[in-house]
């Protein structure tokens, strides 16, 4: 069984930092792109950073300058590090990736949510 495992939400004042953890798990291979996205309370889930095993990143204009992607190709693990933390980045945090899932071919997988609540 595939598994992404999030870890680092919680509760922080606007202006503080958090990093995001996501590690995959199990008969998963080729893992290519991992990537976050969000959903705040009322909206759709959005894009907030990508990236390739290569290396590549891309990020929400919402994020850009603040917020830093970076992945571990050996231990399949991808990083959020969340800085100038804003209220509107108050949201449940989900990892995802994309790779090969062993007996399923190339498969999207989807990590439980992590909540960030940014408040004062």
């Known amino acids: 069984q595939v598994q992404l495992v999030e870890s680092g939400g919680g509760l922080v004042q606007p202006g503080g930092s958090l990093r995001l953890s996501c590690a995959a798990s199990g008969s998963i291979f080729s893992i290519n792109p991992m990537a976050w996205y969000r959903q705040a309370p009322g909206k759709e889930r959005e894009l907030v950073a990508r990236?390739?095993?290569?290396?590549?990143?891309n990020y929400a204009d919402s994020v850009k300058g603040r917020f830093t992607i970076s992945r571990d190709n050996a231990k399949n693990t991808v990083y959020l590090q969340m800085n100038s933390l804003k209220l509107e980045d108050t949201a449940v945090y989900y990892c995802?990736?994309?790779?090969?899932?062993?007996?399923?071919?190339?498969?999207?997988?989807w990590g439980q949510g992590t909540l960030v609540t940014v408040s004062s």
């Open positions: 990236i390739t095993s290569g290396g590549s990143t």
């Open positions: 995802n990736a994309r790779g090969l899932v062993l007996g399923s071919g190339y498969r999207e997988v």
